[in-house]
């Protein structure tokens, strides 16, 4: 039985308040677009790289940013913990994209200011993502998560710790995720990918998210780090 003829088709749903997961939300030719662009993306200078983390250890996922660079735990105009170039533009179809995304799953009273930082993580086979919060922004805009790829199992707990309770929701290919309001820093993580699982026509091995955010900061006139040291925030 295909994905397209399951028993119980999937739906939306609001895993906590303001947190909704909207299956294939992205259709065959959107995935395949942003899968393009992601390429384009990784591509140096500015292009993706291994994370590394102040006590010396690297996550297993790759990433790249867009608008503004993540480090832990702040953010800065170049990638100062790679090739030290500038990172890249944040494209304003992507912004469009993440209100579209934030309408469609939180309701058009949800809007927000303009979003200006994407984070892309390539999960393999093996890589995982830690219980963690997006904290480094000064914004509580919503966080908007796309996936593209094979199918991960997206754990989404709660604001108080990285213990339970928490819920595993099942993202796949051109699944949306968006989490705002008292959800907005609930701890969440990857503690599994599928391998093998991405759509056969899209032609990717192993999971891409695409992490869409407001900062609320402005570019520091002389290019120095925006620090946000209390954050914990790869996804």
Known sequence: MSMDEELFPRSRAEVAPGAVHLPDWLDPDAQRELLEACRAWALPPAGMRT??????????????????????????????????????????WLDELGRRAVADTLGPEAATAPYDIALINFYD????????????????????????GDTCV??????????????????????????????????????????????HELGLTGRLNVTLRVSGFQAPSDGAPHERIMGDSPS
């Open 154 to 199: 997206f754990r989404f707990g709660n604001t108080g710790s990285r213990s339970r309770p928490y819920t595993d929701v099942e993202l796949r290919s051109g699944d949306l995720f968006v989490f705002g309001g008292p959800s907005r820093l609930a701890y969440h993580g990857v503690p599994r990918v599928r391998a093998g699982t991405a759509p």
């Open 125 to 148: 086979a093996d890589a995982r993502m830690g219980m963690h919060r997006d904290s480094d922004e000064k914004s509580d805009a919503p966080v908007v998560s796309l996936s593209l």
């Open 51 to 92: 994370v590394r983390t102040p006590g010396g250890g690297t996550m297993t996922s790759r990433q790249v940013c867009l608008g503004w660079h993540w480090y832990p735990y702040r953010y800065a105009r170049t990638v100062v913990d790679g090739d030290g170039t500038p990172v890249k533009p944040f494209p304003a």
